[in-house]
């Protein structure tokens, strides 16, 4: 809290004991805004439920019934009729690649092109506005759903974008289509040896066809011109935009470089920052952060810094996630540490650097023995400094070891979890890990009953940024291939309430935010969402299906589906 907001928080509480002994209303000032008439869900024990709210500059001042809030109506109070719809704290998503995310939604679609005619075509549209020298990226192409299911070749678009540099990625990240063009900016020729841990493919002559595979993508990754400051801020405008149709009014962004952070707060000065960011560098800039002294958390309302994104391992896709026992039918693949984890003394010593100075720490980890060897490091810490509150973050924690549960409490870690991955890949877990590993496999109800802490959030771009994704995936654990309508390992369902409170007070607890949001109280910062049905009562499989009406930041409206004409 910055020294204005902690002064505004204290007037408010003054004037909340103030107006306890008073029943003059004419005493009150009048708020700016009141939301009547509404099913208010709060996330605040104290008081669960209420029908209306009022708002004071970006606070809210009072919750209650339409009659106690109407004695906050003056002559320039914006009202709102709710219309009897239900209003949730605003969804806190506790783990985007906001950039990326923004980025995908600017890119090339390709993923429901149908064959490859379709395909071709819409690189072709795009070419044609797209400006002389710039790249078309993205794509996320799938060549299952064409008949014969062949991977693509420059042939197919050559002749449609010879001034365009095209790298198209298949929707698993790991291969991607060149044109011609783009294969002579990355000087890759018949010539050009495969990569370790990459494959050029090619035609019968040696030729390449233009696909890459995994480390092949490097020789394009290294001449596409990394982003412009102009093209960044139009990116982040249409991530916030699209944030704040969904009703996620604030983001924790991990592995945000510093270019991101200086378009957030030139942004934020602007006054456009429409999501509150908590920003997360890679831990190997560790020193940066540490040497200006700032802590966890450190910022304002909008914008804060003080985190730092470490990665333990891989991914289950791709067999990379670290695991005690192997893979099955992988030979002895058991998965990598990644390199920030070679060896796990250079981890260490960067958690004890960040961790003297005050400096928060969310670590990617995936695989049983990766989620160990970090809580491990974590004890380490504790160890060498003492208890203090630092809420030291899992990312995904996904495949959790039985003896884990109870350390991840006792170190009060907490897991930063993406229930649409849960769904996604609940698909195939159990034929790369067998049962017994998958029942421990994002094991939410688990965790809450070990006295976990959960922070919901998408790992969008990965995932959608949909909240009501994420709440439907956590409620009823329906993979997205249909096979498992009663849910995958039912018994790690949550309810609705438990999903919203992890999605707004969890998430906001994860970054030291309790205080300032995620959930309606007075006091609290005015950030709302007002949804079309009402989750808590309708079939928890349309809940995917809930659309947003009305979106609030600190009390000012972000997003009004009717002005959107939705
Ligand atoms: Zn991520």
Same mark, same amino acid.
């Given at each position: 809290m910055n020294r204005r907001n902690r002064l505004f928080s204290l007037f408010v509480l003054l004037w909340s004991v103030v107006l306890l002994g +008073?029943?003059? %209303?004419?005493?009150k000032p009048a708020a700016d805004l009141i939301i009547t008439n509404a099913k208010i869900?709060?996330?605040? $024990?104290? +008081?669960?439920? %209420?029908q209306a709210l009022a708002v004071l500059g970006d606070r809210i001042v009072a919750v209650g019934s339409n009659a106690i809030i109407d004695?906050?109506? =003056?002559?320039n109070t914006h009202v709102i009729?709710?219309?009897?719809k239900l209003l949730l704290p605003g969804f806190n998503d %506790?783990?985007?690649?906001f950039v990326s995310g923004g980025m995908q939604l600017t890119n090339i679609q390709l993923?429901?092109?149908?064959s490859p005619e379709e395909f071709a075509r819409r690189i072709g549209e795009r070419a044609k506005i797209t400006? $002389?020298?710039e790249w078309i990226l993205g794509g996320n192409w799938?060549?299952?759903?064409?008949?014969?299911p062949n991977i693509p070749t420059k042939e197919l678009i050559d002749a449609l974008t010879p001034d365009t540099p095209v790298f198209v990625s298949r929707y698993d990240g790991h291969m991607g289509l060149a044109n011609s063009l783009a294969l002579k900016l990355a000087g890759i020729t018949a010539k050009t040896p495969d990569p370790p841990g990459g494959t050029i493919v090619r035609d019968p002559q040696g030729n390449p066809t233009g696909a890459l595979k995994d480390a092949a993508t490097d020789y394009i990754d290294k001449v596409v011109p990394p982003l412009s400051h102009e093209q960044r801020v139009k990116i982040v405008k249409r991530a916030l935009a699209h944030a704040a149709s969904l009703g996620v009014t604030s983001v924790q962004h991990m592995v945000a470089s510093y270019e991101d952070i200086a378009v957030y707060s030139e942004l934020l000065q602007r006054g456009e920052l429409t999501t509150r960011i908590y920003a997360a560098p890679l831990i190997t800039h560790v020193n940066d952060q540490a040497k200006l002294g700032i802590g966890r958390a450190f910022g304002g309302p909008y914008l804060r810094i003080g985190a730092l994104k470490a990665f333990a391992d891989g991914s289950l896709g791709s067999g990379?996630?670290?695991?005690y026992e192997p893979f099955l039918? +992988? =030979?002895?693949?058991r998965g990598l540490l990644s390199?920030?984890?070679?060896?796990?003394s250079l981890m260490r010593d960067r958690y004890m650097q960040a961790d003297a100075a005050g400096l928060q720490i969310c670590t990617h980890a995936i695989g049983d023995e990766g989620i160990s060897t970090i809580l491990d490091l974590y004890a380490d810490v504790i160890k060498a400094h003492?208890? %203090?509150?630092?809420?030291f973050r899992i990312e995904h924690a996904q495949h959790m070891a039985a003896k884990d549960f109870e350390r991840f409490a006792q170190l009060h870690v907490?897991?930063?979890? +993406?229930?649409?991955h849960a769904i996604d890949d609940g698909r195939f877990a159990e034929s790369k890990i067998g049962h017994d590993r998958a029942s421990r496999t994002y094991a939410f109800r688990t965790f809450l009953d070990h006295g976990v802490r959960l922070a919901f959030g998408t790992d969008w771009e990965v995932a959608p940024l949909n909240p009501m994704l994420g709440l439907y995936a956590a409620v009823t654990r329906a993979t997205l291939d249909g096979k498992n309508p009663n849910g995958?390992?039912?018994?790690q369902k949550l309810t609705v309430a438990e999903s919203v409170e992890a999605y707004t007070m969890g998430s906001a607890y994860a970054e030291f935010q309790e205080k300032e949001k995620g959930s309606i109280t007075p006091?609290?910062?005015?950030d709302m969402v007002l949804l079309s049905d009402d989750i808590f009562s309708?079939?928890?499989?349309?809940?995917?299906d809930v659309k947003v009406l009305k979106t609030f930041v600190g009390g000012n409206l972000v997003f009004d589906a009717d002005a959107a004409g939705k």
């Amino acid at each position: 809290m910055n020294r204005r907001n902690r002064l505004f928080s204290l007037f408010v509480l003054l004037w909340s004991v103030v107006l306890l002994g +008073q029943n003059q %209303a004419q005493s009150k000032p009048a708020a700016d805004l009141i939301i009547t008439n509404a099913k208010i869900w709060t996330v605040d $024990k104290s +008081q669960p439920t %209420a029908q209306a709210l009022a708002v004071l500059g970006d606070r809210i001042v009072a919750v209650g019934s339409n009659a106690i809030i109407d004695a906050w109506r =003056g002559l320039n109070t914006h009202v709102i009729d709710a219309g009897g719809k239900l209003l949730l704290p605003g969804f806190n998503d %506790a783990h985007v690649h906001f950039v990326s995310g923004g980025m995908q939604l600017t890119n090339i679609q390709l993923n429901d092109a149908t064959s490859p005619e379709e395909f071709a075509r819409r690189i072709g549209e795009r070419a044609k506005i797209t400006l $002389k020298g710039e790249w078309i990226l993205g794509g996320n192409w799938d060549e299952t759903k064409w008949s014969p299911p062949n991977i693509p070749t420059k042939e197919l678009i050559d002749a449609l974008t010879p001034d365009t540099p095209v790298f198209v990625s298949r929707y698993d990240g790991h291969m991607g289509l060149a044109n011609s063009l783009a294969l002579k900016l990355a000087g890759i020729t018949a010539k050009t040896p495969d990569p370790p841990g990459g494959t050029i493919v090619r035609d019968p002559q040696g030729n390449p066809t233009g696909a890459l595979k995994d480390a092949a993508t490097d020789y394009i990754d290294k001449v596409v011109p990394p982003l412009s400051h102009e093209q960044r801020v139009k990116i982040v405008k249409r991530a916030l935009a699209h944030a704040a149709s969904l009703g996620v009014t604030s983001v924790q962004h991990m592995v945000a470089s510093y270019e991101d952070i200086a378009v957030y707060s030139e942004l934020l000065q602007r006054g456009e920052l429409t999501t509150r960011i908590y920003a997360a560098p890679l831990i190997t800039h560790v020193n940066d952060q540490a040497k200006l002294g700032i802590g966890r958390a450190f910022g304002g309302p909008y914008l804060r810094i003080g985190a730092l994104k470490a990665f333990a391992d891989g991914s289950l896709g791709s067999g990379t996630a670290y695991f005690y026992e192997p893979f099955l039918n +992988q =030979g002895n693949n058991r998965g990598l540490l990644s390199d920030e984890m070679h060896p796990v003394s250079l981890m260490r010593d960067r958690y004890m650097q960040a961790d003297a100075a005050g400096l928060q720490i969310c670590t990617h980890a995936i695989g049983d023995e990766g989620i160990s060897t970090i809580l491990d490091l974590y004890a380490d810490v504790i160890k060498a400094h003492g208890e %203090a509150d630092r809420r030291f973050r899992i990312e995904h924690a996904q495949h959790m070891a039985a003896k884990d549960f109870e350390r991840f409490a006792q170190l009060h870690v907490i897991a930063s979890v +993406q229930p649409y991955h849960a769904i996604d890949d609940g698909r195939f877990a159990e034929s790369k890990i067998g049962h017994d590993r998958a029942s421990r496999t994002y094991a939410f109800r688990t965790f809450l009953d070990h006295g976990v802490r959960l922070a919901f959030g998408t790992d969008w771009e990965v995932a959608p940024l949909n909240p009501m994704l994420g709440l439907y995936a956590a409620v009823t654990r329906a993979t997205l291939d249909g096979k498992n309508p009663n849910g995958w390992f039912p018994e790690q369902k949550l309810t609705v309430a438990e999903s919203v409170e992890a999605y707004t007070m969890g998430s906001a607890y994860a970054e030291f935010q309790e205080k300032e949001k995620g959930s309606i109280t007075p006091g609290k910062l005015a950030d709302m969402v007002l949804l079309s049905d009402d989750i808590f009562s309708i079939a928890p499989e349309k809940i995917r299906d809930v659309k947003v009406l009305k979106t609030f930041v600190g009390g000012n409206l972000v997003f009004d589906a009717d002005a959107a004409g939705k």
